[in-house]
């Protein structure tokens, strides 16, 4: 029996050799904000090209959430701040 290997980028590597494992600014569906507003939002505070704005925004309305970025906590508290000042729903996880 073989064991397949799983190919490891840079990030990941330095990811196991540091045990971090980096965490996620996930974003919440609400009743409020419109698609437009959702995206808009994206684009501005993260600066997501629009076409993936638009795919995290579909994501969102139907399973309930996305994760919208990868990173350190502390860099991820900013774009959190961000959103949540324009009345978005963002947890870091």
């Not at 590597?13 to 437009?36: E, K, P």
């Not at 994206?42 to 309305?61: F, K, N, R, S």
């Not at 139907?62 to 906590?73: L, R, T, V």
Request: hydrophobic share 30%; aromatic share 10%.
């Amino acid at each position: 029996m073989s064991i397949k290997e799983k190919s490891i980028s840079k990030e990941d590597s330095f990811d196991i050799l540091t045990g971090d494992t980096g965490n996620f600014l996930v974003l919440y569906n609400d009743d409020y904000h419109t698609f437009d507003y959702v995206i808009k939002s994206l684009i501005d505070v993260c600066g997501m090209p629009e076409e993936q704005a638009v795919q995290c925004t579909y994501l969102v309305h139907y399973k309930g959430k996305c994760d919208i970025k990868k990173g350190q906590q502390e860099e991820l508290k900013i774009y959190k701040t961000k959103l949540t000042e324009l009345g978005l729903k963002a947890k870091i996880e």
